[in-house]
């Protein structure tokens, strides 16, 4: 079983509003160009391509989707407890840090 946050619960929550934008996420969107819509449409189906359980303050996961075939990061956490969803930042991929896949990371040389 995948530690971390529950993907089921947490899209559940999307679709019901229980968003929180950080502030971070919200200024990184702007200077990027991306918006909430194409973020909505990544924590809904999008695919975990990282888990970070150990994550302070929440365990988190790192996301990618293709809106408008445009690939894009999410990084989300989850608290079942309150049944809120928290959007931590969101960012096109490089092939500078990961694969053409956007799904690896690169090897460090």
């Given at each position: 079983?995948?530690?971390?946050?529950?993907?089921?619960?947490?899209?559940?929550?999307?679709?019901?509003?229980?968003?929180?934008?950080?502030?971070?996420?919200?200024?990184?969107?702007?200077?990027?160009?991306?918006?909430?819509?194409?973020?909505?449409?990544?924590?809904?189906?999008?695919?975990?391509?990282?888990n970070?359980?150990?994550?302070?303050?929440?365990?988190?996961a790192?996301?990618?989707?293709?809106?408008?075939d445009?690939?894009?990061?999410?990084v989300?956490?989850?608290?079942?407890?309150?049944?809120?969803?928290?959007?931590?930042?969101?960012?096109?991929?490089?092939?500078?840090?990961?694969e053409?896949?956007?799904?690896?990371?690169?090897?460090?040389?």
């Amino acid at each position: 079983m995948t530690r971390g946050i529950n993907l089921g619960a947490m899209r559940a929550a999307v679709r019901r509003g229980k968003i929180e934008w950080q502030r971070h996420a919200l200024e990184r969107m702007a200077e990027r160009g991306i918006i909430r819509r194409d973020v909505k449409e990544v924590l809904l189906k999008g695919e975990r391509i990282e888990n970070y359980p150990d994550d302070y303050t929440l365990p988190s996961a790192l996301l990618l989707g293709r809106p408008k075939d445009r690939p894009l990061h999410v990084v989300v956490a989850f608290r079942s407890d309150v049944d809120t969803v928290f959007v931590i930042t969101a960012y096109e991929p490089s092939v500078e840090y990961f694969e053409p896949d956007f799904q690896t990371r690169r090897k460090k040389r």
